[in-house]
């Protein structure tokens, strides 16, 4: 009778487990996006925004993003020629670090300007770039250095994004310290 039982059991156990199982539509899954997540083409328009486009992603109109400093000369000759002539240091002598400016000068300009703004640079010696000139031959102010580090100029491309406003102005100081030596 024992073994009725037992073989009654496993074969109720063996029903209830089979009847739940339906190919066609497969069992209940907790939190079934971990398992069969949608995939997403890079780059494409997305309806996840109301009005299907990246608008939500802009800034507001009249926005300025936190720490951003105007500069009202535009990237022109004209602009140039208006940084060369009127535009002055904001810099007093306290916050003029020579050390820094220094540092910051052989890192991001004496490669090809060179240590001592001769034009003679480990990239010039090299020959990667040529006439890069020397500082003492130019007629540049600390406008026109500002702007030029601010925009680029030629083959020198902008320094805007790896140094700051203040930074900017504390090398352009320095190079006008290296074309009086």
């Not at 156990?13 to 079934?32: D, T």
């Not at 105007?70 to 904001?90: H, M």
């Not at 306290?94 to 910051?104: G, V």
């Not at 102005?169 to 030596?181: D, Q």
């Amino acid at each position: 009778m024992k073994s009725v039982y037992k073989i009654a059991f496993i074969a109720l156990a063996g029903v209830a487990v089979s009847s739940c199982f339906n190919k066609k539509q497969p069992n209940y899954q907790y939190m079934p996006q971990m398992y069969e997540s949608v995939g997403y083409e890079t780059y494409s328009e997305s309806d996840a925004f109301a009005r299907g486009g990246v608008e939500a992603q802009l800034p507001p109109k009249g926005t300025v993003k936190r720490g951003f400093e105007v500069y009202e000369y535009e990237n022109s000759t004209a602009g140039y020629e208006l940084a060369k002539a009127n535009l002055k240091s904001p810099l007093d002598s306290l916050a003029y670090d020579e050390e820094k400016a220094k540092d910051l000068y052989v890192i991001y300009c004496g490669i090809c300007h060179g240590d001592k703004g001769d034009g003679k640079g480990q990239l010039v010696k090299n020959e990667k770039y040529l006439g890069v000139p020397s500082y003492k031959d130019r007629p540049i102010t600390e406008g026109s250095v500002f702007h030029v580090q601010t925009y680029g100029l030629n083959a020198m491309g902008s320094y805007a994004n790896q140094l700051s406003t203040k930074e900017r102005w504390m090398v352009a100081k320095y190079v006008m310290k290296l074309k009086a030596e």
